[in-house]
């Protein structure tokens, strides 16, 4: 069973190059707290996550995610993958995205019609001739 998950939160560090088996990944680390603000408005933490998330070198290159830079607010979609270990009587849980998508938070994503209209020729300014004669 696969779950699709969508993590809001902030880049660890700055994304790093990782080799493994010979193919060169993207390695993007995004912290998640979640909490709530006590009576006194003061903000309590209640979890921290931690998602390690593998992009192919050259998608991460080309989607601006190699460039991103530690503090970033971003937001990563993908298929969630939990693998736990014991080392020394300790239990440690790896969360991972599968197949992810990431953009930052803090800037909106390029709609068609923004990019259509700087490309578009400017509208004439309307004309003050108007037609009184109207069919309604």
Same mark, same amino acid.
């Given at each position: 069973?696969?779950?699709?998950?969508?993590?809001k939160?902030?880049?660890?560090? /700055?994304?790093?190059?990782?080799?493994?088996?010979?193919?060169?990944?993207? #390695?993007?680390?995004v912290?998640?707290? #979640?909490?709530?603000?006590?009576? #006194?408005?003061?903000?309590? !933490?209640?979890?921290?996550? /931690?998602?390690?998330?593998?992009?192919?070198?050259?998608?991460?290159?080309?989607?601006?995610?190699?460039? =991103?830079?530690?503090? /970033?607010?971003?937001?990563? #979609?993908?298929?969630? !993958?939990?693998?736990?270990?014991?080392?020394?009587?300790?239990?440690?849980?790896? =969360?991972?995205l599968?197949?992810?998508? =990431?953009?930052?938070?803090s800037?909106?994503?390029?709609?068609?019609?923004?990019?259509?209209t700087?490309?578009?020729?400017?509208?004439?300014?309307?004309?003050?001739?108007? /037609?009184?004669?109207?069919?309604?």
């Amino acid at each position: 069973m696969t779950t699709k998950v969508t993590v809001k939160g902030h880049l660890a560090r /700055d994304p790093a190059k990782k080799t493994i088996n010979g193919k060169e990944y993207i #390695e993007a680390v995004v912290l998640s707290n #979640e909490g709530y603000f006590n009576k #006194e408005k003061e903000w309590v !933490n209640t979890s921290r996550n /931690d998602f390690s998330i593998l992009f192919n070198a050259p998608y991460a290159e080309k989607n601006g995610i190699a460039s =991103m830079k530690k503090g /970033d607010a971003v937001q990563a #979609e993908g298929f969630l !993958n939990v693998k736990t270990s014991e080392k020394d009587g300790v239990t440690y849980v790896n =969360m991972s995205l599968r197949s992810p998508r =990431m953009v930052l938070a803090s800037k909106p994503e390029a709609t068609a019609e923004a990019v259509d209209t700087k490309k578009a020729p400017a509208a004439p300014a309307p004309s003050a001739d108007f /037609d009184d004669e109207i069919p309604f």
